[in-house]
C-alpha cells in the first residue's frame, strides 16, 4: 500500500501549487491529498502525515486532524523560476511586500534578502493597513488580488513553495530519505546555484557600473556629493575634497552636520532650493548648487568654483578672438562723463539683456560701432559669435554673398563647395549691420525676409536654414527722409528699430573731451605734462562736427608732428583739415520752397496763430502749390537746422527766428 500524506493550505492557488510541487518530487511513492482551508475540508483527517501550508493554517485547521496523525508545518521559501523578474526593477526602489497577514508579508521579505535580493527597499503591506501612495510597484507570493488599488505595477513572485528541510522531512518520516535523498537535494541545490550565478552576475554588473560612475564622477570638474535618504553622503568626489579640506574616506557616511560647520551652508543643503547659492569654503569662491529628484530621497549637491568659470569664459572668449567673430569692447570702453553719454550707457545696457533688434542712430564718428558691441558684449550671446558687416563698404552682389553665402556653382566664380553666409557664421550670436542707410532696396527686401522669417536660403541654393541671430543695425542717415525718398523700405524699418538708441554728438558733451584727448594721449604715448593749457580748451571748445573719430585722429596727427618741448594750438592742422557743419548748397527750388514756407509760418506767428504743419499746408495751397504735410515737415526740418526756425510741440508750434526774418527779407532784395 502506499504511503499517503495530506496538504492542508489556505487559498486553493496555494494548494494548486504546493500539490503540483509534491506530486512532482514525491507522487511516484506517496498519494498526496490537498486541501484548502478556503474550500471544503474533510470533518476528519486522518492521515499519517499532515502538512500545513503555514503556522496560520495550522491554527486555523488543527482541530480537524486527527490526533493520531503525525503534523508538519512547511517551511516555506520563494519561486526561485519567479525570482527573475526581480532584477528588473531598479536598484533602491521601494516596493510593497503584499501578502495576506502581517507575520507572511515580513517572512517574504525576510525570506527575498536571505537568497541576497537586497536590492530593493521592500514594506511589508497586508490588508487593513495604510499602503504609502508614493510606493508604486508592489512583489507578492501569489497574493495579486489583495494588492492596493495606488500600485501601478504588481509582480507576483508565485506562490512560494516547500523549502528543501521540509521536503527532507517527509523523505524521513516514509523512510525514503536513503532513495531519494540525493536526487531531490541535488536537483534543489541546481536551481540555488543557477539563482546565486545570475546574483553574482547581477553584483559583477553593479560592480562595474558603480565603479563607471564613479570615475565619471570623479572627472567630473565641479565639486559633487550625494546624500541617501537617510542623510549620510554616498558620493564624495576629489574636487569636493579639496574645497572642504576633508578625504572622501572620511566623509562617506557622515550626516551633513558632521562634515560642515558654517550654518548658512547647512541651512542651504537641508532645504529645497531652486537657485544656487554663492559660498566661500577654505579660500574657493563656489557656487553651491542643491538638485533633489522627486522619485528618490537622495540630494546631489554640485559645487562649482566661480574662479574657474570666469577662466573658462575666458577661454572660451580666446578661442572666439581667434575665429576673430568677437565683440572687442565694452561699456568701460566708452568714455565720458557726461549726463548725455552716462544716460545713453544706461539705455544701451539695458536693451543689452533683451533679444530684440536695436537701431542706434548717430552722426559719423560718435561711437555707434563701440556701442553695438558692448552691447554684445553684455547680452547672453556674449560667448556666441559677433559679426559686423558695413553696408558702405562693399558692392551690392558681394555683399549679398557675404550675408547670405552661395551653394556651389551659383554663379561663375563662386568657390568650390560653397560658402557659408555671415548670418549663418553669426549662429547663436548677434549680427551688426553698419551703415544699414546705404543698403540697396533689393538687399533689403531679402533681409526683410530673413529677419522676418529668422530662416535664409543661400544664393543658388534650395534649402532654408533656420538661424538664431540678434540684429543690432546703425546708421547716420534719417532712414525716414531715406523712407520718404523712397530710398528705404518703411516694413524694414520697424522690424529694425524695435529698440532705438541715439547717440548724441560730441559737441553736445564737451566735457567728455578733456577725458577723450587723456585717453587718446595714452594710446599715442604723449606725456601728458606736454599738453598746452590752451590748445585743450581750444580742442574743448570745438564743434567738432566728425565727432569723437575726428578727436582722435587729430591727437595721433598732434602725436606725430608735434616735435617741440610741448604741443600748443600752432601744431593743430589748418581748417580744411577739420569736417564742417553739413548745410548743403542750397538750390534754385530749395531757395523758392525755403522762401514760401518761412512767408506761411512768420504770416501765422504774425497773426497769432498756431504755425502747424497743416496750416502751412493749407496757406500754401490756396497760393496754388501743391506740397504734401510730409514734404513740409521735411522743409522745416532743414530750416530748423538752420537756424531760421525753432519747432516746438504744443500751441506754440513753429516759430521764425530773426535769421528766418532776414532769410524772407535777402529773397526779396
Ligand atoms: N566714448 C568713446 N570713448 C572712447 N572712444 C570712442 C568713444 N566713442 C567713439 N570712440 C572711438 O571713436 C572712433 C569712432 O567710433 P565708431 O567707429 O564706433 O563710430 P561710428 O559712429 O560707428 O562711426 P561711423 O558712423 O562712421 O561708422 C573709434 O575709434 C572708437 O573707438
Not at 489556505?10 to 474550500?39: C, F, M, R
Not at 540630494?299 to 578672438?321: G, H, V, Y
Request: aromatic letters at 6%; proline letters at 3%; a neutral charge.
Amino acid at each position: 500500500m502506499k504511503n499517503r500524506l495530506t496538504l492542508i493550505t489556505g487559498t486553493p492557488e496555494t494548494k494548486e501549487t504546493l500539490h503540483q510541487q509534491l506530486e512532482d518530487i514525491l507522487g511516484e511513492y506517496i498519494l498526496i491529498n490537498s486541501y484548502a482551508v478556503d474550500e471544503a475540508i474533510p470533518e476528519r483527517v486522518s492521515d499519517e502525515l499532515v502538512i500545513f501550508s503555514s503556522d496560520l493554517i495550522e491554527k486555523e485547521a488543527s482541530h480537524l486532524v486527527s490526533n493520531e496523525c503525525k503534523r508538519m508545518t512547511a517551511k516555506r521559501t520563494i519561486n526561485y523560476q519567479m525570482i527573475n523578474q526581480l532584477f528588473e526593477i531598479n536598484s533602491g526602489t521601494k516596493v510593497l511586500c503584499v501578502n495576506d497577514a502581517p507575520q507572511m508579508a515580513q517572512e517574504t521579505i525576510e525570506t527575498l534578502e536571505k537568497i541576497g535580493m537586497t536590492h530593493l527597499a521592500y514594506t511589508p503591506y497586508s490588508p487593513g493597513k495604510k499602503a504609502p501612495s508614493h510606493i508604486k510597484t508592489a512583489i507578492t507570493p501569489g497574493e495579486a488580488r489583495i494588492v492596493p488599488k495606488s500600485i501601478d505595477q504588481v509582480i507576483d513572485i508565485g506562490v512560494r513553495l516547500i523549502d528543501i528541510t521540509t521536503l527532507i522531512a517527509i523523505l524521513e518520516h516514509f523512510h525514503l530519505k536513503e532513495k531519494l535523498g540525493w536526487t531531490i537535494s541535488n536537483r534543489y541545490t541546481g536551481k540555488i546555484i543557477e539563482l546565486s550565478q545570475r546574483l553574482a552576475e547581477v553584483n559583477r554588473q553593479t560592480k562595474l557600473l558603480n565603479q563607471h560612475l564613479q570615475q565619471v564622477v570623479d572627472g567630473v570638474n565641479d565639486g559633487v556629493m550625494a546624500i541617501d535618504r537617510h542623510q549620510r553622503v554616498t558620493v564624495f568626489n576629489p574636487f569636493i575634497e579639496e574645497y572642504s579640506g576633508l578625504s572622501h574616506v572620511h566623509a562617506i557616511g557622515k550626516t551633513l552636520t558632521q562634515l560642515f560647520k558654517e550654518p548658512e551652508l547647512l541651512s542651504y543643503m537641508s532645504s529645497p532650493q531652486d537657485e544656487g547659492k554663492y559660498f566661500t569654503m577654505n579660500g574657493y569662491n563656489l557656487m553651491v548648487y542643491r538638485i533633489q529628484w522627486k522619485e528618490s530621497d537622495n540630494i546631489l549637491f554640485i559645487f562649482k568654483n566661480t574662479d574657474e568659470t570666469i577662466t573658462m569664459e575666458k577661454a572660451a572668449r580666446k578661442q572666439l578672438m581667434k575665429t576673430g567673430y568677437m565683440s572687442k569692447y565694452s561699456f568701460e570702453d566708452i568714455i565720458g562723463k557726461s549726463p548725455e553719454i552716462l544716460h545713453t550707457k544706461k539705455i544701451a545696457s539695458k536693451l543689452a539683456k533683451t533679444e530684440l533688434p536695436v537701431l542706434i542712430q548717430g552722426e559719423s564718428g560718435t561711437g555707434k560701432e563701440l556701442f553695438a558691441h558692448s552691447i554684445h558684449n553684455q547680452s547672453n550671446r556674449v560667448l556666441e559669435p559677433f559679426l559686423a558687416v558695413n553696408f558702405s563698404a562693399l558692392p551690392e552682389d558681394l555683399l549679398e554673398s557675404e550675408l547670405f553665402g552661395y551653394e556651389e556653382g551659383a554663379f561663375t566664380g563662386a568657390k568650390k563647395g560653397g560658402k557659408k553666409g555671415l548670418f549663418e557664421q553669426a549662429d547663436g550670436g548677434t549680427i551688426f549691420l553698419d551703415e544699414i542707410g546705404d543698403s540697396s532696396l533689393k538687399l533689403q527686401a531679402r533681409l526683410l525676409r530673413v529677419i522676418q522669417e529668422m530662416e535664409l536660403r543661400k544664393i543658388g541654393g534650395t534649402k532654408t536654414i533656420p538661424i538664431n541671430v540678434r540684429i543690432i543695425a546703425a546708421t547716420n542717415k534719417d532712414l525716414l527722409e531715406l523712407i520718404e525718398d523712397g530710398k528705404f523700405r518703411e516694413d524694414l524699418y520697424h522690424r529694425l528699430k524695435v529698440l532705438f538708441l541715439p547717440i548724441p554728438p560730441l559737441r553736445k558733451r564737451k566735457i567728455d573731451i578733456p577725458l577723450l584727448v587723456e585717453q587718446f594721449s595714452i594710446e599715442n604715448n604723449i606725456p601728458e605734462h606736454k599738453w598746452d593749457h590752451d590748445l585743450i580748451e581750444t580742442l574743448t571748445h570745438f564743434n567738432w562736427y566728425g565727432n569723437i573719430r575726428e578727436l582722435k585722429n587729430t591727437v595721433s596727427y598732434l602725436s606725430i608732428v608735434a616735435d617741440g618741448e610741448r604741443i600748443t594750438i600752432h601744431d593743430l592742422p589748418g581748417k580744411d583739415y577739420f569736417q564742417t557743419a553739413k548745410i548743403e548748397p542750397e538750390s534754385i527750388v530749395d531757395h523758392q520752397l525755403n522762401t514760401k514756407v518761412l512767408t506761411a509760418v512768420k504770416e501765422l506767428n504774425d497773426s497769432s496763430k498756431n504755425a502747424s504743419r497743416k496750416k502751412i499746408t493749407d496757406i500754401l495751397s490756396n497760393e496754388g502749390s501743391s506740397l504734401t504735410e510730409q514734404q513740409i515737415r521735411r522743409i522745416l526740418e532743414n530750416l530748423k537746422k538752420s537756424g531760421y526756425v525753432t519747432i516746438r510741440r504744443g500751441r506754440s508750434g513753429t516759430q521764425i527766428t530773426r535769421e528766418g526774418v532776414q532769410y524772407i527779407q535777402s529773397s526779396i532784395n
